[in-house]
């Protein structure tokens, strides 16, 4: 019964909050998203008296508001009054739409005023002031000033389709407007490393190019991309082996001698009645344990370079290591002196490394994490 009366409580507190929404925008003077409610409302309910209430109360106000912001605007010397001019047209047209596609809406507001005809000049207008803005903002030559006019000429666009050269300025815009990066080749070397190296290289230009496909206004090339297109690059990104080793080798030898816990047969004993005795003795031998260590390792140093400037914006040293490690184990003795641990050892067999190549891709796997890490947070800001 408790859970029956709480239901009704929230049909009720539903039903009055759904009802006076329209009533609470049209009392904030938000005219616009009062007459949208209501008419979403007589939608779902064409008798809806509230509803109908608040339409013919706030239809006149968002009308008459949005009327006196076109006519203020239009007096003003803003620099984008006609920006201005239009959105108020286009909101009460698409609210003259929505009127007409509801017809509990359109018995209430039978002619719903519309700026069908004023729009196109309005639009025109708008267009100039955003191409006018996206000229001033290209002028003054500044990659974040290209950035501003990118996007006034693509509301220009917007506002009217192919407006005077809005598509090639929008390519100039865009291409002046973006962080232009080039990744230098990684020096390693020539040789049996060679092809793990380029492995390494691709990884970093991979991991760049998608940290940059979310970006919008910056863009990776390779030095003999940037020169073909005859790039002048914002940033080199110059990374660099400081030193590496691959393939150090490291074996400790180490022999100890153990003795069984316990006592084992170690023979027989026949006692003067010639009566068979076991003879329980405690068991040595010599345990030798082989580990083999190949150590690589090396340490990166990475730059962020302003090219026009040679100033040096980010440096970073990052190490790198893997040590590939193989045991086995050999006896000299009773090998019931050993334990188990042990005996599985003396199983093993000395293991070749793996090739220097596959070395010098494990190592390089902290590295690649770190220059990651470093580059995400350098170009986070971009």
Known sequence: MKQYYKNIIFVLITCVLYNCSGKKQLEKGDYASAVY???SKLRNSPNNKKASTVLKQ??????SYAQEQIDIAKRST???KWNTVVTNMQTMNSIADEISRCPAARNIITSPTRYDNELPHAKEKAAEECYAAGMESLQKGTRLHARDAYFHFIKADELVKGYKDTDSRISEAKILATLKVVLEQIPVGAGRLEISAQFFQNNV???INSLFSNKQ??????PQEAEQKKINPDHIIRIQFDDFIVGNTNVIQKTTSVTSKESVAVGEHIDKDGVKHTVYNRVHADFTEFKKEVISKGLV???IIEFSTNKILLQNKMPGQFVWVTQWALFNGDDRALTQQQKNLTRQK?????APQDLFVEF???????ITDRLSRFYAQY
Do not use: C
């Open 37 to 39: 409610k209501s008419i």
């Open 364 to 370: 390089t796997k902290p590295i690649l994490s770190q």
């Open 301 to 303: 140093d990475m730059r």
């Open 78 to 80: 803003h620099s984008f």
């Open 350 to 354: 000395e293991v070749p490394p793996p």
């Open 217 to 222: 206004f910056v863009q990776l090339y390779l």
């Open 58 to 63: 706030a239809y006149p106000l968002a009308l």
């Open 205 to 207: 230009e991979a991991f």
